[in-house]
């Protein structure tokens, strides 16, 4: 079964607006990241929270971690058009990888 | 420098034809990862290499897949005897050194197999 589950599967909002979107997980991890994948395009290492982490930041991106909930969020704030794309976590379990299926972004100019 | 390299970005080849897919990672970068992503779907943790050692081969889908790392560098992924359900694009990663580590991605190879 997928190790990490993203919710919404999608978001659509106006440009300015702040997207949230979650990740939830099932086993003990040692780090959660997540990426970015523009249409056409790779992926792209957002941001990496370790297990030991509650909440990081990194420009508009705001990452938190409850590893007693099993669960992460990521929140872009002041969305422009150019942040439409599909964000995933992927969680690090010191043997595997688990990506989720991913959240489906678009920003509405 | 130069990112995560992969060949070919295409390929079609009939059901039953084995196929070689090639990643060139970055410089330096002692880990290297192979993924699978089905359409509209997440992606599928096959294998990691640790220079060129792959400790765990138990995410790969079948015995038809295998993968070998020569050198510390170029990773080539081999499927043999190709299924259509092995349709895919097969992403590579690799980062400095396993887990922990942010992945830099590659472009991947689009497989389709008729």
């Known amino acids: 079964s997928q190790q990490g589950e993203e919710d919404p599967q999608a978001l659509s909002i106006q440009e300015g607006e702040n997207a949230t979107m979650n990740c939830s997980y099932k086993t003990s991890i040692n780090n959660l990241q997540w990426y970015r994948q523009n249409s056409g395009r790779g992926l792209v290492h957002l941001i990496l929270i370790r297990s030991n982490e509650r909440e990081k930041h990194s420009g508009r991106l705001r990452v938190t971690l409850d590893t007693s909930k099993k669960s992460s969020s990521l929140l872009i704030t002041a969305s422009r058009a150019a942040d439409t794309a599909s964000y995933f976590c992927?969680?690090?379990?010191?043997?595997?990888?688990?990506f989720g299926t991913g959240t489906s972004l678009t920003v509405i100019p | 420098g130069a990112g995560v390299s992969q060949s070919p970005s295409n390929k079609v080849t009939e059901k039953g034809k084995d196929v070689e897919l090639r990643c060139d990672p970055i410089s330096g970068h002692t880990a290297l990862y192979w993924y699978r992503q089905s359409l509209g779907q997440g992606l599928e943790f096959l294998i990691y290499f640790q220079g060129n050692s792959a400790p765990d081969k138990s995410g790969l889908p079948s015995d038809r897949f295998s993968a070998e790392r020569t050198g510390g560098s170029v990773s080539t992924l081999t499927i043999q005897r190709t299924q259509q359900e092995d349709s895919a694009v097969y992403l590579c990663a690799s980062s400095l050194r396993t887990f922990s580590y942010e992945q830099y991605f590659g472009p991947g190879t689009r497989l389709t197999v008729t």
């Open positions: 992927a969680t690090d379990t010191g043997n595997q990888f688990y």
